[in-house]
C-alpha cells in the first residue's frame, strides 16, 4: 500500500486556481467527467493512510500482495461529507451500482419496502455477495439478500468493493462483485450525529440521530464498542406533486399503422379510458353472453358521477384497451398519482462489538446487532379495467342500475353491462412490511507461529419480516356482492342467496353498489375487502475456520498461502392468511412455504512472486484460487443436491514501481435461494401490452419457485491498468479495467411482457404454454415460474481517476472521478436485444460518472458533487425513427426511442465549530439536485427512479461531534 500526501506549500491564490481548473476539468469533457474524493480509491491504495487494512477479493494477508481483482474502497469520510444516513445511499451514487431496490423505486408494491438492497453492475442483487468484516451477513429477505439498513453508519470505517467475480474466494453470490463493509471495532472516543431533511416542495421530511463509542478496558486487553441510530422518512407524495407529472406523459400503445401512428406513442395528456371511479359502461351483453363494445352504441359514453347517477363520459383519441389522450380525467390518473415517489420509511438498529486478548497468541470476539425496519407503500385500488378486459359485470335485474339506463337495455335486448371500476372510493391497498433481524456472532484468532495465524467464527441470525395490506379486494367475495338482484319486497341481496341452488348460499354476503363513489355500504366493503397478511422467518447457522501463512520463498520472495472450511444452513418459513393461500386476494397474495438450504465448502488460494526488483520490472505476482462446495436443497415434498467447483487466477505485473497491469479470469456461481427453490406459485395482476389483440390489458400472473434448480455458472475476466506517479504528480492516480461477465443457467423468471412478447412473436411452444388466453382470445393468466433458461452477458470499463494535495497546514483538496462505460448487456431471452444504452428500467445507461471534489480551508469545508446518466434509448427492444429499419406497421414500432441525458449537482458545506485535536464539532449542511432536474418525463408512474431523480431538490442539515 503507498499513500501519497503533498507536503508542498502554496499561495492562497494558486489554491482557488488550482480547485477551478479541476472543477473545470472534472465538469467540462466528455461523458466520464465528473468530480469524486480521495476516500474512494482503488485496489489497495487508501488516500487515509491506514496501513492496516486488508483489501477484499484475497483470502491472502501477505504484506506487500497486489490483489488483481479490482477493489474500490469508500471511506467513511465519504458518506460523511455527502450526509448519506445509510451506507446504502452513499453506494447508490457511485457509477458501478444500480440502485433498483431504494424507498425511490419502491412503486406500489409492498415486498422488503423501505430496504436499500444494492445491485452491483445491474445483474441483479442476488448476484452480488454483501459481507460484513469478511463474514456474510443474516440475510434480509428470502432471496438472501441484504438490507444495508441494518448497520450503524458510524461504526463503518469503510467499504470494500470488488468489481469482478469471487466466488472462489467467498462462496456463492459472488457473481457481479462483493461489498465489505469494514466496522471500527477499535473506535476510542464518541462519535456522533444528528439532522432533518426536507424536499423543497416540503415534503419528505427526514430525522435522523447516531451515536457510536469504544473504550478499552483490563489495561488495554478488551475493546467494547457500541453504535446505534434512528432514521425516519416520511416519504413524498405522487407523481402529480412535481411538475414533470403535469402533462401525463407515457407510452399510448395501439395498433401499428393505425392512423399513421406507430405501436407505441410517447405523448401527453395519457389518462384511463375503460374506467373510472364511479364506473364506465365499457360493454353490452345479450342474453347469449356475446359481448359488444358500448362505445358508439345506445350506452357509449356513459359512466357513473359519485352518487350513482349516469353523467357524460368524454373520450379522448386513440383510445385503447386501458389508456386514451385527452378526454375526462384530467388530474385524476390515478396509474400516475397511486406510487409514492418515495415512500415513508423509519429504522433503527444497533451493533455491539467486544474483543479480546486471552494472550499474545489467542483473541476472542463476540458481536450481537439488531435492526428493524418498517417501510409504508400507497398501494393500487381495484383496477377493473373494462372491456376488451373482464370488467365487472352488473345484470339488468341489479336493482342499483338507474331506471334511464334500465330502460336502454330493456329497448335494445341488452341483459348486462360490463363496468370498467378504478375503486378509488374503497381505498388504496395501503401496505405496511416490517423487517426485524437479529444476529450474533462469535469468534477466536490466533497465532501458530513461524508467520502462520488461524481464525474461526460462529454466526446465528434470524429475520421475521411481515406484510400487510388493507383494502385488498376479496375477488371471489365481490364478484358475489356486486351481483345483485332484488328479493321479493325490493329489498337488494345477493344473487347466491335468492337463487334456486342452495348449494351456493353465503349467508354473509351483502349486495355491493359499484355504481357510483358513495353508494355502497360499511358492511359490504367488510364483506367484499379484507387484509391479507404473511409472516415470514429466515435463518442462517454459518461457521467457518481459516489458516493463512508463508510455508515457503521463491527466488522473488514468500509465498502466500490461505485455506479454510465453511458451512452453513439458511431455512425459509413462510405463514399467511387463508385467503392469501388459495391467491383469493386481488393483489399481493403470498402463499405458505417452507425450505432450507445447506452446503459444506472447502477453498485454497495462495499468491507467488515471481519476479521482484528484476531487469523486466519491479514486480510480478500469481494469484490462484479454488473451491469445492457441496448443496443439499429439502422441502416438505422433495430435496435436492448439487456440488460446484470454483476458480481464479490472476497476475498483477509491475513494470516500473508507478505503474501497474493486471488481470483476472475466474469461474463463479451463484445457488438458487430460497425464494427462488421454494416459493408456491403466487398470483398477482398487471397492465401488459398484447400485440395479438394491439391492446393493452389487465391479466393475471402467477410466479413460483423451483426445487430443481441447479446453479448459475459464470466466466468473468478482467484487465487493468494503475497509474500513480511521483515527482510533480504525485498525489495522481488514475486506472481503467476492462470486465466480460458470461452467465450460463441464469435462474430468471423472465419478465411478464417478454413472455408475452416471445409468444407472440415466435410461437415457441414452451414459452407459449405460459400464456392463457379467454374465450374472446384475450389474455387472462400469465405464468412466470424461475427456470435454469436464460444467458447474460455484460461487459464494460470501469475508469477512475484521482487527485489529493495538501495546500497547506490545515487546507487540502481533493478530486476524485468515477466512470463505468458499458458495452454490451444481452440476454438469451431476447436474442438480438441489446440493454447497454437502454436507459429504462430493465436496461444500463452508455455512461453514468460520478465526480467528487472538496477542499478544506481551516474549520470550513466545501464539497461539491456531480452525477452524468447518459443520453440512451427509451427501450431497447423498440424500434424509433433514430434506429435502423424503423417502420410504423412494426409491432414495436414507437414515435421517438431517445431520453435525452441528465446531470445532477449536489453541494455540501461544513463549518468547525470546535476542532482542537481531541474533541470536533462540525456543522454540515447539503444540497441535492442543486438546479432542481427533472427526469425526462417518458414512463409513467414513478418514471424510472432507478436512475433519475424524481423528487428533485431536497436538504439536509445537521451537527456531528466527535469526542
Known amino acids: 500500500m503507498r499513500v501519497f500526501v503533498s507536503d ?8 482557488t486556481l488550482l480547485f477551478s481548473a479541476a472543477l473545470f476539468g472534472a465538469f467540462s469533457g466528455p461523458a466520464y467527467a465528473q468530480d469524486v474524493e480521495p476516500e474512494i480509491v482503488n485496489n489497495d491504495t487508501v488516500m487515509s493512510g ?24 469508500m471511506g467513511a469520510d465519504r458518506i460523511a461529507k455527502t450526509a448519506s444516513p445509510t451506507v446504502g445511499e452513499a453506494l447508490a451514487q457511485l457509477p458501478s451500482f444500480r440502485p433498483s431496490s431504494t424507498p425511490n423505486t419502491q412503486n406500489i408494491f409492498p415486498g422488503n419496502a423501505g430496504a436499500r438492497i444494492s445491485d452491483l453492475r445491474g445483474l441483479g442483487p442476488a448476484r452480488t455477495l454483501v459481507l460484513v468484516d469478511s463474514r456474510r451477513f443474516t440475510p434480509s429477505t428470502s432471496a438472501g439478500t441484504i438490507d444495508l439498513n441494518l448497520i450503524p453508519t458510524l ?87 412535481r411538475e414533470f407529472c403535469g402533462n401525463e406523459i407515457g407510452d399510448l400503445t395501439g395498433a401499428p399503422g393505425f392512423d399513421g401512428r406507430p405501436a407505441h406513442n410517447i405523448t401527453t395528456g395519457i389518462r384511463p379510458a375503460t ?19 358500448a362505445r358508439g352504441g345506445v350506452l357509449g359514453g356513459v359512466q357513473f358521477a359519485a352518487d350513482g347517477s349516469p353523467t357524460e363520459f368524454t373520450y379522448g383519441e386513440y383510445a385503447n384497451a386501458l389508456f386514451q389522450k385527452g378526454g375526462s380525467g384530467a388530474g385524476l390518473n390515478a396509474f400516475f398519482n397511486d406510487p409514492l415517489l418515495s415512500i415513508p420509511v423509519e429504522r433503527y438498529n444497533g451493533l455491539a462489538h467486544l474483543s479480546y486478548e486471552f494472550s499474545p497468541s489467542l483473541s476472542g470476539f463476540i458481536e450481537g446487532s439488531y435492526g428493524h425496519v418498517k417501510g409504508e407503500t400507497r398501494g ?42 378504478l375503486g378509488t372510493s374503497f381505498g388504496n391497498m395501503d401496505s405496511t412490511s416490517t423487517r426485524d433481524t437479529y444476529r450474533v456472532l462469535a469468534g477466536l484468532d490466533g497465532d501458530i507461529g513461524g508467520g502462520w495465524s488461524w481464525d474461526a467464527h460462529m454466526q446465528y441470525g434470524q429475520t421475521d419480516y411481515s406484510q400487510s395490506t388493507i383494502n385488498n379486494r376479496i375477488s371471489a367475495r365481490y364478484a358475489k356482492a356486486i351481483d345483485v338482484v332484488a328479493n321479493g319486497d325490493g329489498t337488494p341481496v345477493c344473487r347466491v342467496n335468492a337463487d334456486s341452488d342452495p348449494s351456493n348460499d353465503d349467508p354473509a354476503c351483502v349486495p355491493l353498489n359499484i355504481l357510483g363513489e358513495t353508494t355502497y355500504s360499511d358492511a359490504a366493503k367488510a364483506y367484499a375487502f379484507g387484509t391479507s397478511m404473511q409472516d415470514n422467518k429466515y435463518t442462517q447457522l454459518a461457521g467457518a475456520a481459516n489458516i ?26 413462510i405463514e399467511v392468511d387463508p385467503i392469501s393461500a388459495s391467491n383469493g386476494f386481488y393483489v399481493f397474495n403470498q402463499t405458505p412455504s417452507s425450505g432450507d438450504t445447506s452446503v459444506v465448502e472447502g477453498y485454497a488460494e495462495v499468491g507467488v512472486p515471481l519476479m521482484r526488483d528484476g531487469p523486466l520490472g519491479s514486480s510480478l505476482e500469481l494469484n490462484g484460487a479454488i473451491r469445492q462446495a457441496h448443496y443439499k436443497n429439502t422441502n416438505a415434498n422433495s430435496d435436492s443436491t448439487f456440488n460446484a467447483t470454483t476458480w481464479k487466477i490472476g497476475l498483477t505485473y509491475e513494470p516500473v514501481e508507478w505503474l501497474m497491469l493486471r488481470a483476472t479470469q475466474s469461474r463463479d456461481i451463484r445457488a438458487p435461494n430460497t425464494a427462488e427453490l421454494f416459493t408456491t406459485p403466487v398470483g398477482g395482476v398487471g397492465a401488459f401490452y398484447d400485440s395479438v389483440t394491439g391492446s393493452e390489458i389487465f391479466a393475471k400472473t402467477l410466479t413460483g419457485g423451483n426445487i430443481n434448480l441447479k446453479p448459475e455458472k459464470a466466466k468473468t475476466f478482467t484487465a487493468g491498468v494503475t497509474i500513480q506517479p511521483e515527482g510533480g504528480l504525485r498525489g495522481l492516480r488514475f486506472s481503467v479495467d476492462y470486465y466480460k461477465i458470461k452467465i450460463d443457467n441464469a435462474i430468471s423468471t423472465l419478465p411478464v411482457q417478454v413472455i408475452i412478447n416471445t409468444c407472440n412473436d415466435t410461437g415457441a411452444e414452451d414459452i407459449c404454454a405460459l400464456v392463457t388466453r379467454n374465450a ?89 458533487q456531480g452525477r452524468l446518466i447518459s443520453a440512451g434509448k427509451y427501450d ?28 445532477y449537482t449536489n453541494l455540501g458545506v461544513t463549518y468547525d465549530l470546535i476542532d482542537n485535536g481531541v474533541r470536533k464539532v462540525e456543522l454540515f449542511a447539503n444540497v441535492y439536485n442543486l438546479f432542481d432536474v427533472m427526469p425526462p418525463p417518458y414512463w409513467n408512474g414513478n418514471n424510472n427512479a432507478v436512475y433519475y431523480d424524481n423528487v428533485g431538490r431536497r436538504y439536509r442539515m445537521g451537527v456531528r461531534s466527535n469526542f
Open 8 to 15: 508542498e506549500r502554496k499561495t492562497a491564490l494558486k489554491h
Open 50 to 73: 491506514d496501513p492496516a487494512i486488508v483489501v477484499t477479493g484475497t483470502r491472502l494477508e501477505a504484506s506487500g500482495f497486489n490483489a488483481p481483482s479490482p477493489v474500490t474502497v
Open 155 to 241: 461504526l463503518i470505517k469503510s467499504t470494500e468493493i470488488v468489481t469482478g467475480g469471487a466466488s472462489a474466494a467467498y462462496g456463492s453470490d459472488a457473481v457481479s462483485g462483493v461489498i465489505n463493509l469494514r466496522l471500527d471495532t477499535e473506535l476510542e472516543g464518541i462519535k456522533s450525529a444528528a439532522g432533518y431533511g426536507v424536499t423543497d416542495r416540503g415534503d419528505g421530511d427526514e430525522y435522523f440521530v447516531q451515536l457510536a463509542g469504544g473504550t478499552n478496558f483490563a489495561d488495554g486487553r478488551g475493546h467494547l464498542v457500541i453504535g446505534g441510530e434512528y432514521n425516519k422518512n416520511e416519504g413524498t407524495g405522487g407523481c402529480y406533486t
Open 275 to 293: 374506467l373510472t371511479p364511479g364506473g364506465l359502461i365499457t360493454a353490452t351483453i345479450d342474453a347469449a353472453g356475446n359481448r359488444t363494445a
Open 380 to 421: 393500487p385500488e381495484i383496477r377493473d379495467g373494462g372491456f376488451p378486459g373482464r370488467g365487472s359485470v352488473i345484470g339488468i335485474d341489479n336493482p342499483f342500475l338507474p331506471d334511464s339506463v334500465r330502460d336502454i337495455m330493456e329497448e335494445n335486448d341488452i341483459a348486462g353491462l360490463t363496468i370498467g371500476k
Open 548 to 573: 493463512q501463512g508463508m510455508p515457503f520463498d521463491t527466488w522473488a520472495g514468500p509465498v502466500a498461502f490461505a485455506a479454510g472450511v465453511e458451512a452453513r444452513r439458511n431455512t425459509l418459513d
Open 776 to 864: 374472446d382470445g384475450y389474455l387472462d393468466t400469465i405464468s412466470a415460474l424461475y427456470l435454469n433458461l436464460n444467458k447474460q452477458e455484460l461487459s464494460g470499463l470501469d475508469i477512475e481517476t484521482s487527485y489529493s494535495r495538501a495546500l497547506g497546514s490545515d487546507s487540502s483538496f481533493d478530486l476524485r472521478i468515477l466512470a463505468s462505460k458499458t458495452f454490451d448487456f444481452t440476454n438469451s431471452a431476447q436474442p438480438g436485444i441489446d440493454r447497454a444504452g437502454d436507459n429504462g428500467a430493465s436496461g444500463i445507461p452508455n455512461w453514468v460518472v460520478d465526480a467528487f471534489a472538496s477542499v478544506e480551508f481551516g474549520p470550513v469545508g466545501l464539497n461539491l
Open 876 to 903: 431497447a427492444t423498440l424500434i424509433g425513427p433514430e434506429d435502423e429499419g424503423y417502420s410504423i406497421d412494426l409491432p414495436n414500432s414507437i414515435n421517438t426511442n431517445r431520453v435525452p441525458a441528465r446531470f
